[in-house]
């Protein structure tokens, strides 16, 4: 059996061992509350039985190999249930026990044996609080939760047993297909529970709760894989903030610190990346009632003024897109709502139709044929036992009509998460309507469905990332000289240059013409600027002799450059090396004002040119790149050009490389020249 059909196995069991004590009892609890039809064999020597099933007292007494067993044992007990389980063939285990690798280096040794006991059987844990199965009534997880039996929804993937209790507990109208915590994953990594979620065709989507990554490269398959079968990822990703971060050389490193590479794995492979709670839970409970948008762009119902501005900001400060309404829209509504109302997107209907079905249902069916990416009503119900809430409920049905006459999609959002009580969130599930639960998180819900479904379609397109080298060994910085010479060899441009002795800048400086650059050589050089290492625009010899003597006081070795120009604009293009992702790339405005203006991106490798153009677009030195008021415009194609090759030359370089920095990439009408570059890296 393969792993993965091991670990499917795992996820939907027949037969369960639950092997432990009091937690055991619990999970005995769960399973029979959830409706566990299959059987459950109970594990203590030293108990009669575990919630009224009957004890054996070993592994080694099972009756047959248990489809999934849940261990809940003290850590150096579950190393041993684990090992017995593996040499008998179990397809797979839950270990609950914590005092592994989350306590220090004991902790770890401890866990470095349990995976070994494990072998290639499936682990979830250790110090994890296992899984539900709502969709089969399994029930793993020795506590209580707030899901319910469904046919389909979303499952939930979280390195947090406490967050994926709370999630649990949701009052949303979010329905879980699974809800698995990992824990401290000494045997599984991340993308292997999302590649065998990926083959039950009844998750709807993939919700994931990320304290990090333990590889990166087998997620970014995983995560293209799910994009080419139509199911959507979300993440909530924690631990954003880098407290200490030690200085390095370059200035890349201290610029692309590893929460910006998340950010550019999951913006990659197609995963909506959340900032809070409430936008992860709006985000999936969308995606799985609504799935993945053909647009960015919204229309908006309200009858408030008040309520369309809320929209209307939002959807600006979120990049969504309110297309002006048609002219048919526009003649439509304004014969059915009056000369009094104005008629926009987003639109506000007022009063003079609420309650009226069937004006309700043409009015919407007006805005619903503009065809945006999703239409929203807004509607907050009142709460209050006994309310009457026939009005909303018009609104309701007339939105159901106004979707089934044009085909379109529509979702009905709160103001207020509160205000769309349990039984109203079931009755419009029932219709086929999202119940979403907030305009901001809603509008954040919809602008991440319209990048999914993007990215979906260029899915056979999107490279799975590179499967990063170990530190390479001992590593020493390279002078500006040799790492050009390097980076010349990889196809980047450099300016027309000599290395002399102080003594040989001024005929250097003839044989170059004027003006030049005369700047220092050094290993242990890093910033010149700041040492007083570098002289620029220098037109005759003189200048060059008195600009190399107050230099020799320092240095012995000098590099003389033509000026690079006329100078359009100055980017960074660096390489620096992360401990999860490896060598990663990152561009920016360049010059000495780089860490100041902080206009960066970071990409990871390999990347293509059409990923290194967009990432070149989003930034604001772009402006400089197209002729900003009329300036000359610079080279892009040669900007590419020097990007690609130094991505190129990273790739190549991974096992050796460090750091690198092109600083500035001179960015000029007719090219894109590395002005400066420094590297570190070991010996080949």
């Excluded at 083959?199 to 894989?225: M, N, P, W």
């Excluded at 053909?294 to 369309?308: D, F, I, T, Y």
């Excluded at 209907?349 to 999703?374: P, T, V």
């Excluded at 907030?438 to 509008?443: A, P, R, V």
């Amino acid at each position: 059996m393969s792993r993965l059909r091991a670990l499917e196995k795992l996820l939907r069991p027949k037969t369960i061992a639950v092997i432990g004590g009091d937690s055991a009892v619990e999970v005995v609890r769960q399973c029979q509350a959830i409706g566990f039809d299959g059987e459950i064999w109970a594990v203590n020597p030293r108990r009669p039985d575990l919630a009224g099933i009957p004890c054996i007292p070993s592994i080694d007494a099972l009756p047959g190999i248990p489809d999934a067993s849940f261990v809940a044992a003290p850590p150096a007990a579950s190393l041993d249930i684990i090992r017995k389980l593996a040499e008998r063939g179990a397809p797979g285990a839950v270990c609950f026990a914590a005092g592994f690798a989350e306590t220090g280096e004991a902790g770890a040794e401890m866990q470095r044996r349990l995976h070994e006991a494990a072998g290639q059987m499936p682990m979830i844990g250790p110090n994890c609080h296992g899984f539900l199965n709502y969709l089969d009534g399994v029930a793993l997880w020795p506590d209580e939760h707030g899901g319910k039996r469904t046919q389909r929804g979303v499952a939930l993937i979280s390195q947090s047993g406490n967050i994926a209790i709370n999630l649990t507990m949701q009052q949303r109208g979010l329905d879980y297909s699974y809800v698995i915590s990992i824990g401290n994953s000494s045997s599984l990594s991340l993308h292997e529970y999302m590649e065998a979620l990926l083959d039950d065709a009844r998750v709807t989507a993939i919700g994931l709760h990320i304290e990090g990554l333990r590889d990166v490269a087998g997620f970014s398959r995983a995560a293209i894989k799910a994009l080419e079968k139509g199911v959507p990822i979300v993440a909530l990703k924690t631990g954003r903030s880098t407290l200490g971060a030690e200085i390095t050389m370059s200035h890349t490193a201290s610029l692309a610190g590893s929460d910006r590479l998340y950010t550019a794995l999951f913006d990659r492979v197609g995963v909506a990346r959340c900032d809070t709670v409430p936008q992860f839970l709006e985000t999936m409970k969308f995606l799985s009632l609504v799935g993945t948008l053909p647009a960015n762009s919204l229309g908006s119902m309200s009858c408030s003024g008040g309520e369309a501005s809320i929209v209307a900001d939002c959807a600006d400060r979120l990049g969504i897109d309110m297309p002006a309404l048609s002219n048919e829209t526009n003649k439509t509504l304004r014969e059915l709502l009056g000369p009094i109302v104005h008629v926009a997107n987003p639109l506000d209907y007022h009063l003079y139709i609420w309650g009226d079905e069937e004006k309700l249902s043409a009015c919407f069916s007006g805005m619903l044929q503009n065809r945006f990416g999703c239409n929203v009503l807004v509607l907050d119900y009142p709460s209050v036992p006994g309310a009457d809430t026939s009005k909303w409920e018009v609104a309701e049905r007339a939105l159901v009509n106004a979707v089934l006459k044009t085909g379109q999609r529509a979702v009905i959002v709160s103001s207020l998460p509160e205000t769309i009580p349990t039984v109203i969130r079931e009755r419009l599930k029932g219709d086929g309507i999202a119940p979403m639960q907030g305009i901001e998180d809603c509008l954040f819900a919809i602008r991440a469905a319209a990048a999914i479904g993007k990215a979906q379609t260029n899915a056979a397109k999107i490279r799975p990332l590179m499967q990063p080298q170990p530190e390479p060994g001992k590593v020493a910085m390279l002078d500006e000289w040799d790492s050009k010479q390097l980076l010349a060899r990889a196809g980047l441009a450099i300016p027309a240059g000599r290395i002399c002795a102080a003594d040989g800048t001024a005929a250097a400086a003839d044989a170059l013409g004027y003006p030049v650059v005369v700047k220092a050589v050094s290993q242990d050089l890093a910033h010149k600027s700041e040492s007083g290492a570098v002289a620029l625009n220098l037109d005759d010899a003189a200048a060059v002799a008195a600009a190399t003597k107050r230099m020799a006081n320092t240095f012995d070795r000098f590099l003389v450059e033509k000026m690079v120009g006329p100078v359009v604009a100055e980017l960074i293009v660096g390489v620096s090396r992360d401990a999860t992702f490896g060598v990663t790339l990152l561009l920016g405005s360049g010059g000495t004002l780089v860490e100041l203006l902080d206009d960066t991106v970071s990409l990871l490798l390999p990347v293509q040119r059409e990923d290194i153009a967009v990432a070149v677009r989003s930034l604001r030195v772009s402006a400089l790149i197209d002729g900003y008021r009329g300036a000359p415009a610079g080279n892009f194609a040669a900007v590419l050009d020097a990007i690609e090759a130094i991505a190129a030359f990273a790739v190549d370089n991974a096992a050796t490389l460090q750091e690198l920095d092109v600083n500035p990439l001179i960015v000029t009408p007719d090219a894109a020249v590395a002005a400066d570059a420094l590297l570190r890296k070991a010996a080949s």
